[in-house]
């Protein structure tokens, strides 16, 4: 189909699921910046609207609700783009400063914050395309071209200990993991040797004899894997 066939079905869509707010949120928010991103950058690069939320409803650090531009849900990854005006976000400091703060705060929450300024948008929409494609890339090849679905090629817990060890500078201990993943060790154990054999892991030698207390996680940050 279309852009704009798939476009209007993607907007009915979401409409229909909304009541109150949200629906008068998306109604207002679905202007001329948002519309412009998903037809000269979004469209282009996926070719498709599955997991794209647009003017979803978070919560900020004090519970407030707000909605965000886009958010593309994909697995694990929650990845959120926001149309920056200048008109809208840089004339009001107090504004300007609560989007930098709900920014920050999304990226505590493990969320992929991207900023896209309009006007750059309108004039330059190659550079944007090129640079939304460098950061999104990683993780096109994980979404089904039909219907946004994932191709699973680690379990669960192979792709919780893939990240436990990033957020840990690459290298977790199997007791610190069951800890945090409240499992057994030697479920750990076993799941850190897959991910040995699947060439994701390094197991670290100590001492004399060689034994393995430690697993170096060896694949890209940016891995669909990890999804």
Not at 185 to 213: D, E, H, N
Request: hydrophobic share 40%; with cysteine.
């Amino acid at each position: 189909m279309s852009f704009e066939m798939e476009h209007e079905k993607w907007m009915k869509d979401h409409l229909s699921k909304r009541h109150g707010e949200r629906k008068d949120a998306l109604r207002r928010g679905h202007g001329f910046g948002n519309q412009l991103f998903v037809e000269k950058i979004w469209w282009p690069l996926v070719g498709h609207f599955a997991g794209l939320h647009p003017e979803y409803e978070m919560k900020d650090w004090r519970g407030r609700p707000y909605f965000v531009d886009f958010i593309w849900i994909l697995g694990n990854l929650r990845l959120v783009f926001e149309i920056m005006d200048y008109g809208s976000h840089g004339t009001d400091r107090s504004k300007y400063r609560m989007d930098l703060n709900r920014g920050l705060f999304l990226q505590s929450l493990e969320c992929h914050v991207i900023s896209i300024p309009l006007d750059e948008m309108k004039e330059n929409p190659s550079f944007i395309l090129a640079m939304v494609r460098s950061i999104i890339a990683p993780y096109l090849v994980a979404a089904d071209e039909k219907n946004g679905a994932i191709r699973r090629k680690y379990t669960k817990i192979e792709r919780q200990l893939m990240r436990l060890a990033i957020r840990h500078n690459r290298v977790i201990s199997p007791a610190e993991a069951a800890n945090e993943l409240e499992i057994h060790k030697q479920t750990v154990i076993k799941y850190c040797r897959s991910l040995v054999a699947k060439g994701k892991f390094r197991a670290i030698p100590t001492g004399t004899f060689g034994k393995i207390y430690r697993y170096e996680y060896m694949g890209s940050l940016h891995s669909p894997d990890l999804l």
